[in-house]
């Protein structure tokens, strides 16, 4: 079974500049996660989707990030316009049910802001 | 409010030591999920273990054993006779009664020396 694949794995940009990432989930799962990890901390919980309906991005700063899950299937990260902070690794995950499954992650995507 | 804390930053131990990783949590909810994820050097997050909040019993997988105490809101992880192949960062997570947050802890880097 394929796991849970992220493209790019990394992406330097410039401050002010757009960048998005891409997620293709285990088939079959309904759940899709958006995660930020900054070096050093834990990942956080930017968006859950439930097939293409988003269920909490609470933590999502909507002013400069987006995200969608059209079809139900993949998903987009986008950032616009980036700053300095935004520099992490953004993770995705997916899971049969909601986040009182276990999730399997990808590999993520380091971005880098300069 | 949910809060997962794991008060140990880093660990050192010498190969075939075991070693405990804490973790603590704090959630209004009866009904919650606790987990156990690995992040080897490679980045992957690795699901290891869920446990749900009326389940107490203590668990074991080969060198890994599980501690839950809702007594103390702790789920504490155990490696017997540590490998190298342990050295990673352990994060301890916790998902709430609805399924739609999740949060992990800090995570505890853990270094087996050989």
């Known amino acids: 079974e394929a796991g849970v694949a992220q493209s790019p794995r990394y992406k330097i940009i410039e401050k002010r500049q757009s960048v998005a990432f891409w997620c293709n989930p285990i088939s079959g799962h309904a759940t899709l996660y958006w995660y930020q990890q900054i070096l050093g901390q834990g990942p956080k919980l930017l968006i859950q989707f439930q097939n293409n309906g988003v269920v909490d991005d609470s933590q999502l700063p909507k002013d400069r990030f987006s995200a969608e899950r059209l079809k139900g299937v993949d998903s987009t990260l986008k950032i616009q316009p980036a700053k300095l902070e935004d520099s992490a690794v953004y993770l995705c995950?997916?899971?049969?049910?909601?986040?009182?499954?276990?999730?399997?992650f990808g590999p993520g995507t380091r971005l880098t802001v300069t | 409010a949910q809060k997962v804390t794991q008060a140990q930053t880093e660990i050192s131990v010498v190969e075939k030591e075991d070693v405990t990783l804490d973790c603590v949590y704090e959630?209004?909810?009866?009904?919650?999920?606790l987990f156990w994820y690995k992040q080897p050097p490679s980045g992957e997050l690795v699901f290891l273990i869920r446990r749900n909040s009326f389940d107490e019993q203590n668990e074991i997988s080969g060198r890994y054993s599980w501690n839950f105490q809702k007594s103390t809101s702790s789920f504490n992880f155990t490696i017997t006779a540590s490998q190298v192949v342990d050295s990673a960062v352990y994060f301890c997570a916790l998902s709430g009664n609805t399924g739609n947050q999740f949060y992990f802890g800090t995570g505890t880097s853990l270094t087996v020396i050989p």
């Open positions: 959630t209004r909810d009866t009904t919650y999920y």
């Open positions: 995950a997916s899971s049969s049910g909601t986040a009182a499954y276990e999730q399997y």
